[in-house]
Nanobody, 128 residues
Framework: QVQLVESGGGLVQAGGSLRLSCAAS??????????MGWFRQAPGKDREFVAA????????YDADSVKGRFTISRDNAKNMVYLQMNSLGSEDTAVYYC???????????????????WGQGTQVTVSS
């Protein structure tokens, strides 16, 4: 079982930035064997894909709604994945979830069905 713990959420003004972090752990765990993703869920809406990153960090997917504003990255030595969020707007207000997948890097990672493990989420609120 993989444990994922998100941090870094909070209240920020429109146009501001936040950096989310996700710490991964498990017995006998090899973080670099997992593809990782970020999703978000606003009240009353479905969980939405935000970004995904391959095992090595060389390949990424970004949702169209965050392209050019959000950047996903990972540090395999620290078992961490990050989401740098810039130019935040009210539409980015949501609970953000970190997710881990044992699948290879491919389009299924743009859906919640591609992931076996989820964190508890961290709230991001953007005030206008």
């Amino acid at each position: 079982q993989v444990q994922l713990v998100e941090s870094g959420g909070g209240l920020v003004q429109a146009g501001g930035s936040l950096r989310l972090s996700c710490a991964a752990s498990a017995s006998g765990f090899t973080f670099s064997s997992y593809t990782m993703g970020w999703f978000r869920q606003a009240p009353g809406k479905d969980r939405e894909f935000v970004a995904a990153i391959s095992w090595t960090g060389e390949s990424t997917y970004d949702a169209d709604s965050v392209k050019g504003r959000f950047t996903i990255s990972r540090d395999n030595a620290k078992n961490m994945v990050y989401l740098q969020m810039n130019s935040l707007g009210s539409e980015d207000t949501a609970v953000y979830y970190c997710a881990a997948s044992t699948r290879g890097f491919g389009p299924v990672l743009k859906t919640k069905y591609g992931y076996a493990y989820w964190g508890q989420g961290t709230q991001v609120t953007v005030s206008s």
